[in-house]
């Protein structure tokens, strides 16, 4: 059973950057997805970004230029980097990995963004 281990969030004034991490805690298989969703209350859930392990990367329209994904296949890693953030990016954020057709979740971390 894959566990993935969320790190980061907190809470960010308006435009300020913030970063989250992923970590797998066991060995996966060299072929997977990783990303995350994230879920603002009264809202549907969306799709921030994703990645693969052949480092090849997917953003939602609406995020990008602000958020950066990337990952180090040696730790079994992603990390999400937001940049000029607003209040509509507040939500948890749900880091996933999916490989060999199942798809774990992490438990989530809150990003406020907030004077």
């Known amino acids: 059973q894959v566990q993935l281990v969320e790190s980061g969030g907190g809470l960010v004034q308006p435009g300020g950057p913030l970063s989250l991490s992923c970590a797998a805690s066991t060995r996966i298989f060299s072929i997977n997805t990783m990303g995350w969703y994230r879920h603002a209350p009264g809202k549907e859930r969306e799709l921030v970004a994703t990645i693969s392990s052949f480092g090849n990367t997917n953003y939602a329209d609406s995020l990008k230029g602000r958020f950066t994904i990337s990952r180090d296949n040696a730790k079994n890693t992603a990390f999400l980097q937001m940049n000029n953030l607003k209040a509509e990016d507040t939500a948890v954020y749900y880091c996933?990995?999916?490989?060999?057709?199942?798809?774990?979740w992490g438990k989530g971390a809150l990003v406020t963004v907030s004077s």
């Open positions: 996933f990995l999916s490989q060999m057709g199942t798809t774990y």
